[in-house]
């Protein structure tokens, strides 16, 4: 299923590794890159291709940190921005037809129990 749903992200040109990282920088920015790598479950060296693949392409910037000049901080571009925004767009259409099949009530079924294995994986501290 999580091949079909890369494979139908491919076909809108979306490669799922950099999507999530500049989603994640997005959201999380400014971002140091062990954090980043933390939140995405990536080791920090593939996280660091990645940044430097979409800092080539113009959508992240590095800065540095002002409380620690060592420390380099992640954000996005305004292209990084809006390319989060259409890739986003695109994960909404492709979930519409992956998940279309379900009604709503088996959409919401699926969503309370992906959540409840979610939990027990990563319990509360």
Known sequence: MVRAFDDRL??????????????????M?????????REVGISQGTASTLVEALVRDGLVARGVDDNDRRAIRLT????????ARS?????????????GCLSSEEQSQLIRLLDRIAE????PA
């Open 120 to 123: 027990s994986l990563n319990p």
């Open 10 to 27: 491919g076909e809108r040109g979306v490669s799922t590794p950099r999507s999530k990282l500049l989603a994640e920088v997005a959201r």
């Open 29 to 37: 920015q400014p971002v140091r890159l062990a954090d980043l790598a």
């Open 76 to 83: 996005t571009t305004a292209a990084g921005e809006e390319q």
């Open 87 to 99: 890739w986003l767009r695109d994960y909404v259409v492709v979930a519409g037809e992956v998940f």
